[in-house]
């Protein structure tokens, strides 16, 4: 971070040709009244129109405004992370290049986030999109998202976010992580808080979401919530499964022995079948567990990497952490 830059502000841009000089003069507006040193990182995500033309435009006008171009796209979690790994500022916010996140509701994430919150959500409360394709299923994923997540959020997918440098900056993103930011935080012990933020609609350009983004938020969120809960004791989870098929097959093989006695032919019984099926899947689920025991242990110890995040201490060596 640059003790010279508060804030950081990153924007993804795909295709947003005629959306970007409104945008940056909006938010550059904005920051200045903020009073507080700033920068403005575009990250051309593989843009094929004339967005780049443009944002070296702006870039060239404006000093504070930098600009991190993909040689193709990457999508937008990596867009994130590219002005994340860049950004220098002690708080960070992120927001659509669409224009329909506004610029003046920056102030009051900024306001809420200094109340001593680590992560300001944006809450589109009157959102601007359709309502089958678009505020349906966001709905039902954010309260699923906030179920097993634990950290309850309105709106997960409003990209209008703000966040101390600090907790962003010891978050990976992959695949297409960005929504769950706020859940990945939450295992550092953040304080999340919301607040109601302005949705526009959209006037250059086309959405770049569809329904097939439904099954991959889905995906996502069990990958979330096994990294949340299972990701340094990965024996729980498989083991479970292991000791439950065991369990089955043992059941199912006492059966048998019973009907054995009785002098019923087991030759091709299906029970017998299925209880050697179960206790041949019971091995395999808990040799996976042993194998991710050992791949836990080979990540955090050849990368001296903790299992624990500390806050702050005090009269140690080291200060805050």
């Given at each position: 971070m640059d003790p010279n830059i508060h804030l950081s502000v990153i924007i993804p841009v795909f295709n947003e040709e005629a959306n970007i000089p409104p945008l940056h003069a909006e938010l550059h507006g904005v920051m200045e009244r903020t009073g507080r040193a700033y920068e403005i990182l575009f990250i051309d995500d593989g843009s094929t129109d004339g967005s780049f033309s443009v944002l070296k435009e702006v870039a060239h006008a404006n000093p504070a405004t930098r600009v991190i171009r993909f040689r193709r796209r990457f999508g937008q979690t990596a867009a994130l992370s590219a002005g994340i790994d860049h950004a220098r500022g002690e708080i960070i916010i992120t927001m659509d290049a669409d224009l329909q996140n506004d610029p003046a509701d920056i102030p009051a994430l900024l306001a809420k986030l200094e109340q001593g919150f680590d992560i300001v959500s944006g809450w589109r409360v009157r959102r601007k999109d359709p309502f089958l394709n678009r505020r349906l299923p966001s709905i039902l994923a954010n309260r699923l998202i906030s179920k097993l997540s634990g950290i309850r959020l309105?709106?997960?997918?409003c990209t209008l976010k703000a966040y101390k440098a600090g907790v962003l900056k010891s978050i990976r993103l992959y695949g297409e992580m960005h929504r769950f930011i706020p859940a990945l935080a939450s295992w550092l012990g953040v304080e999340v808080a919301e607040v109601q933020v302005n949705h526009r609609p959209r006037i250059h350009g086309k959405s770049k979401y569809d329904l097939t983004r439904v099954v991959r938020v889905v995906l996502d969120l069990i990958n979330v919530k096994f990294l949340l809960t299972y990701s340094t004791r990965p024996i729980q989870v498989f083991g479970f499964f292991g000791v439950g098929a065991f369990?089955?097959?043992?059941v199912g093989l006492i059966i048998t022995a019973l009907l054995r006695l009785r002098g019923v032919d087991i030759t091709g019984n299906p029970l017998?079948?299925?209880?050697?099926?179960l206790l041949l899947m019971g091995m395999q689920f808990v040799t996976m567990g042993l194998l991710g025991e050992i791949s836990i242990r080979t990540y955090h110890e050849t990368q001296d990497k903790?299992?624990?995040v500390i806050r702050e201490t005090v009269n140690s060596p080291g200060g805050e952490a």
């Open positions: 309105h709106d997960y997918g369990g089955l097959a043992l017998f079948l299925i209880s050697i099926m903790r299992i624990y």
